[in-house]
């Protein structure tokens, strides 16, 4: 029975790592689902104060224990970057793998410093779910969002 629990767990680890494999951001932006631009109703200043607390809040930057039957066998460390670029700001979260990172969700921040005219548009990999695209629309609108 042990024997069978080994394999089970090797055939696990080989599926998951298939399907997550390290990747760059530039790789993200140019294989991902893409977001339409959404325009805020706020600062770039503001957005980005926004889609700050968003992307540290649900995608946890921490360790998260991966678990079978109650012991610990691996775990994902997310992490959430803050990358300054022209005329804004990207936030990319990421998780570590073996030898580098999977970048799983990209949103880009873009505009002035007036109201109207920032922007944001998602980048997010086949794993990340559609609510990412609705949430961070319901930002720009100042809106409440979800995890």
Request: hydrophobic share 40%.
């Amino acid at each position: 029975m042990l024997e069978v629990k080994k394999y089970l767990l090797l055939v696990v680890v080989a599926l998951l790592n298939g399907c997550i494999s390290i990747n760059t951001v530039e790789e993200l932006r140019a294989t991902s689902r893409l977001s339409p631009v959404y325009h805020a109703d706020e600062s770039l200043e503001d957005l980005e104060d926004s889609i700050q607390a968003y992307m540290t809040i649900c995608n946890k930057p921490d360790y998260n224990p991966v678990r079978i039957n109650g012991t610990v066998v691996g775990g994902a460390l997310l992490s959430v970057d803050r990358i300054e670029v022209e005329n804004g700001v990207d936030y990319v979260a990421k998780q570590a793998v073996q030898d580098g990172y999977f970048h799983y969700l990209l949103v880009s921040l873009r505009g002035g410093n007036r109201p109207n005219k920032s922007t944001a548009q998602v980048f997010a990999d086949d794993h990340v779910g559609e609510d990412v695209f609705k949430e961070v629309k319901k930002i720009t609108k100042g809106m409440y969002w979800e995890c």
